[in-house]
């Protein structure tokens, strides 16, 4: 027994010259550099800004630092400098490139945000673009999530524009949500959320679009399959100059995203967004962010509401 416990002990103290603790070898957790440099820090800043267009101002330093640790530790790399080098090299590279924006954006959606814009939507928003441009009636209409993050906002229009076509006879729509984070958009796309998560659903919506999990423990929602069906997710980078979209939109929602970038990115990133908004077409954008001054295609005619002229 003695002997025993002299070589676990053992075991511990070599797992510790060697960069790697935990109690259970099995379960050892690689050891990574703590403190992220300045200069290196400066480095990261310049690649994410022209890679998302997402600031990264010395404030988020310490976030950033954490944030990669989880991508250092799973590839094992030591510090930040050969992570960096190994994010900007070939092969591999590309792919950690991914893994690296996931960690670095944030993303936080609700359903039923800001919710007075679907009033707006199902008023006069609506209204106005069957009636002059025979959307959802000689075609469906396209709607346009974009910065969809883990898909509340896109099922919230679901949601809605399902309820609206149950008044208005062959009424129908699809959605397009994008986001450049590939591990919202795998939940997005599950359409499985925490049930708490669907406070702000009005109650006869929660009736005839979530489907219940049968584990108390565990309290799950899911999204009826039928909601899902007209609803696409793709990942697209804003900073891009071609989307890549085959349709025109009749709608785009595009809230709470630009906050997150500088000014000239801001307008850019909404100049790319209105070559895909069909003319007459509308823009919903988040209520702390105005776009007075900016050279683009749009009148407002609402509260954070435009429409491309």
């Known amino acids: 027994m003695m ?61 950033l630092q954490a944030r990669l640790q989880k991508r250092m530790r799973k590839l094992k790399i030591k510090n930040y400098e050969q992570y960096y080098d190994y994010v900007l090299g070939a092969g591999n590279g590309a792919d950690e490139r991914i893994h690296m924006i996931d960690v670095v954006t944030t993303n936080k959606t609700e359903f039923f945000r800001e919710s007075k814009h679907f009033n707006i939507l199902t008023d006069s928003v609506l209204p106005e673009l069957i009636e002059k441009k025979g959307a959802g009636n000689r075609r469906p209409l396209s709607a346009w999530s974009a910065g969809c993050s883990t898909g509340a906002e896109v099922y ?29 958009l ?6 499985i959320y925490d049930e708490k998560e669907a406070d702000d659903i009005p109650m006869p919506m929660k009736k005839k679009y979530l489907l219940r999990s049968k584990d108390k423990s565990q309290p799950k929602i899911r999204i009826v399959p039928e909601l899902r069906k007209p609803v696409e997710f793709r990942r697209l980078n804003f900073m891009i100059d ?16 630009i906050i997150y970038f500088d000014r000239p990115t801001q307008e850019a990133v909404l100049g790319r967004i209105c ?15 105005t776009l007075n001054g900016y050279n683009l295609p749009l009148r407002q005619v609402g509260a954070s509401v435009y429409q491309k002229t």
Not at 277 to 285: E, K, V, W
């Open 242 to 257: 071609d989307f890549g979209l085959r349709t025109v939109m009749d709608i785009a929602f595009c809230r709470n995203v």
């Open 186 to 191: 795998e939940k997005a796309r599950l359409g």
């Open 156 to 184: 919230t229009l679901a949601m809605v524009l399902s309820d609206f076509a149950e008044k208005v006879k062959g009424f129908k729509f699809k959605i397009l949500g994008t986001d450049i984070c590939t591990q919202v």
């Open 275 to 289: 070559r895909y908004l069909s003319p007459g077409g509308y823009l919903f954008t988040g209520h702390s962010e």
């Open 3 to 63: 002997q025993a416990l002299k070589d676990t002990k053992m075991i511990r103290m070599l797992a510790r010259n060697n960069g790697i603790k935990g109690e259970n070898t099995d379960k050892f957790v690689f050891e990574t550099e703590t403190n992220l440099s300045d200069a290196v820090f400066k480095k990261f800043s310049t690649f994410i800004i022209s890679e998302t267009g997402i600031k990264m101002p010395v404030s988020k330093k310490t976030m």
